[in-house]
């Protein structure tokens, strides 16, 4: 679905570094979420925004930013990363409901 | 907030034969229920929905049932084929961000 895009792929950096994730959607969609996804933990949710003036915490925040820079596009940082922070990372968009996924980001800390 | 148990979390079966997923809910105002597919090295994708005025829906093989009064729902895949073999993931909501599931992953042996 190349409605959906994430930059880069693929990541791979140091403790203590600061990473930003980006996304971008051209579906037109308000709603974008990021996402982390460990082996046998699923999909979990760090942040979300329904429109650009709009961001909210998800379940697994901490250590984690985002900025929504305009309908289309939605970052995330990684402040400070850490080792456990290593993850898959995807951005999605939704209208009310149905969710369309990016392709993921694969993170590695070391 | 709500909670999302799926069940089981590794599922093998014979092609052709059918294949069964359930999860569990805790939210009461949930009112929508997609199912999606990731392949391996793939993001997810969605493969059918329900929502809470509705008791079942198919789309070919694959099947959503749902069970309001005892929160739960099902995925019931037919005539398994080797390409259903995936991580299927469930998910809740209330009509803002979804609430996943810890996935399921399915083999279907040739």
């Known amino acids: 679905d190349a409605d959906v895009t994430q930059t880069p792929r693929n990541r791979i950096t140091k403790t203590g570094k600061r990473i930003m994730l980006e996304c971008s959607q051209t579906k037109g969609h308000d709603r974008m979420y990021w996402y982390r996804q460990d082996p046998g933990l699923g999909l979990r949710l760090i942040y979300y925004s329904f429109d650009v003036k709009d961001i909210n915490k998800g379940e697994i925040s901490d250590g984690y930013s985002v900025s929504r820079q305009a309908q289309a596009k939605f970052s995330l940082s990684l402040e400070s990363a850490i080792p456990n922070q290593t993850a898959l990372y995807f951005c999605?968009?939704?209208?009310?409901?149905?969710?369309?996924f990016g392709p993921g980001t694969r993170l590695t800390v070391l | 907030g709500e909670n999302v148990e799926q069940h089981p979390s590794t599922l093998s079966v014979q092609e052709g034969d059918s294949a069964v997923i359930k999860c569990t809910y805790s939210?009461?105002?949930?009112?929508?229920f997609p199912w999606y597919k990731q392949e391996l090295g793939k993001r997810p994708q969605l493969i059918i929905d329900i929502r809470s005025n509705v008791g079942e829906k198919k789309d070919q093989r694959i099947a959503v049932t749902l069970n309001k009064t005892a929160k739960h729902f099902s995925l019931h895949i037919t005539e398994t084929q080797p390409e259903d073999s995936a991580v299927y993931f469930c998910?809740?909501?209330?009509?803002?961000?979804?609430?996943f599931g810890k996935g399921t992953k399915l083999t279907v042996n040739p």
């Open positions: 939210d009461s105002a949930s009112n929508y």
């Open positions: 998910a809740a909501s209330m009509g803002g961000e979804l609430v």
């Open positions: 999605a968009t939704s209208d009310l409901s149905t969710q369309y």
